[in-house]
């Protein structure tokens, strides 16, 4: 089976990073992840990241308690930029060049957000990881990635999570619950299936993204997700349940 995608856009949760760990940053998961990524480049597959906060903090949750919403969710932004910066270090602790940019201006750390630039720096094998959300209060970073997707004309984006694909009910609730092995973008938005936020389904849908979710848990994933392998959930095609 050859490669199925040439450029591919990765969305990490901030929670992927933790590991076992209630808080904060797993080394042993970030080395994990890393020694995936460099696997994906070494076939001569591109390779975007967007990472989101919620390890070290949730915007949302912070605005719940009482914070300015705008306020909380610049500080997220700021966090995201922190996993970006430990990103970036395990993988060019192996050997992947990697750059990271960020949407709000932090030159002594990263490279200000240039879409030509992001997309140079792809065409010559290195990693970017994009920090800062999208800049803007009020946007997740899902919605970020489905926007750096469309940018950087990546081939896909792979959601990669805590469970194998996107199923009809809880899993965890309903022992019966169907997993599908692909879902039409107007699905998920019908039924809240809560895939990505409305904003990033719309987008991908717009733009014609289609979008893999799998479980980042087990190794090798990212590689057999590239490689086409059925292992877990497309969004973008038709409806079907396993």
Do not use: W
């Not at 797993?26 to 076939?43: L, R, T």
């Not at 709000?104 to 030509?116: L, N």
């Not at 959930?233 to 038709?238: E, S």
Request: hydrophobic content about 45%; aromatic content about 6%; overall charge negative.
């Amino acid at each position: 089976m050859g490669i199925a995608y040439r450029r591919v856009l990765l969305k990490l949760s901030g929670e992927a990073l933790m590991g076992n760990l209630g808080y904060g940053i797993d080394p042993a998961v970030v080395q994990e992840i890393a020694q995936e990524v460099a696997e994906v480049i070494n076939s001569g597959v591109q390779i975007a990241i967007v990472v989101g906060g919620g390890n070290i903090f949730r915007g949302v949750k912070a605005a719940s308690a009482g914070m300015d919403r705008a306020t909380a969710d610049y500080i997220g932004m700021i966090a995201t930029v922190m996993n970006a910066m430990t990103l970036q270090d395990g993988l060019e602790q192996i050997g992947v060049p990697t750059r990271v940019q960020t949407a709000i201006a932090m030159q002594e750390v990263a490279e200000p957000y240039i879409r030509r630039r992001a997309i140079r720096h792809l065409e010559k094998g290195r990693v970017v990881i994009f920090g800062a959300g999208s800049g803007n209060p009020f946007f997740t970073t899902d919605t970020t990635a489905a926007l750096r997707a469309a940018e950087i004309n990546a081939d896909v984006i792979f959601k990669a999570t805590k469970v194998d694909g996107v199923y009809d009910s809880d899993p965890h609730v309903n022992p019966d619950a169907k997993r599908y092995q692909s879902l039409t973008y107007g699905h998920v938005l019908v039924n809240d299936l809560r895939v990505m936020d409305g904003t990033a389904i719309a987008l991908c849908r717009e733009n014609n993204i289609p979008i893999m979710v799998f479980d980042l848990g087990v190794r090798g994933n990212i590689h057999r997700a590239v490689m086409g392998e059925p292992v877990g959930t497309i969004v973008g095609g038709f409806c079907e349940v396993s």
